[in-house]
C-alpha cells in the first residue's frame, strides 16, 4: 500500500499504527492526521531514533498493508 493510500484510509488505519507503536499518544495522532512526514517525526521523537530507522520501519509496515 502506498502512502496516499494510507492517507485516505488513515481513520481506519489507525488502530494498526497503534498496535505497532503503542508510545504514540491520541494527541500524536491528531497532529500526525494520516500525514507521512508527522508520524516519521513522531516516532523519532518516542522512539529516540534517527529518521533513516523511522523510514525504514515505515515502509516495512506500508508494506504488510
Not at 38 to 44: A, F, I, P, R
Request: proline share 0%; net charge negative; aromatic share 10%.
Amino acid at each position: 500500500m502506498n502512502w496516499d493510500q494510507v492517507e485516505g484510509h488513515w481513520q481506519q488505519l489507525k488502530g494498526r499504527v497503534k498496535q505497532k507503536w503503542g508510545k504514540l499518544t491520541d494527541d500524536d495522532f491528531e497532529v500526525i492526521a494520516g500525514r507521512r512526514d508527522e508520524l516519521l517525526g513522531k516516532l523519532q521523537e518516542r522512539y529516540g531514533i534517527e529518521r533513516e530507522q523511522a523510514e525504514r520501519q515505515l515502509d516495512e509496515f506500508t508494506e504488510r498493508l
